[in-house]
């Protein structure tokens, strides 16, 4: 049950990342679309380290076994922030308009 719910996840974690880095940075609607599918792989991110520690718990194993699974996504979460960071020196912070907008178009095509 775990281990299929944590494989979809992370697939679902890495096409987020792929669609992030794809729209080329040339206007301000695209910098807005990247920085908003970033926070939308962080969001998956955080839900897939959460069904890893439910399945830890549930299953009573020990924690030595996932300190490695743990070690991992503490790093995707850094170097996830870390490209954010980078993005906003490089093309300054998104504007709150456009990501409202984005955000609302996003959900209503996942809704």
């Known amino acids: 049950m775990y281990a ?8 679902d ?6 669609e992030a880095n794809d729209p080329k940075v040339q206007t301000i609607e ?5 920085y908003t599918l970033q926070q939308i792989a962080l969001g998956k991110l955080s839900a897939l380290d959460t069904i890893i520690n439910a399945a830890r718990d549930d299953l009573n ?4 076994e996932f300190d490695e699974i743990e070690d991992r996504i503490d790093e995707c979460q850094r170097l996830l ?4 960071r980078s993005d906003e020196l490089r093309y300054g912070p998104p504007t709150e308009a456009e990501l409202l907008k984005k ?5 209503l095509k996942d809704g």
């Not at 695209?30 to 990247?34: D, K, P, V």
């Not at 922030?81 to 954010?84: D, E, G, I, Q």
């Open 4 to 11: 299929e719910k944590i494989f979809n996840m992370t697939l």
């Open 103 to 107: 955000i609302a178009e996003m959900q």
């Open 61 to 64: 194993l020990p924690y030595d």
């Open 30 to 34: 695209l910098r807005n679309r990247r």
């Open 13 to 18: 974690y890495l096409s987020s990342v792929v």
């Open 81 to 84: 922030n870390a490209w954010v």
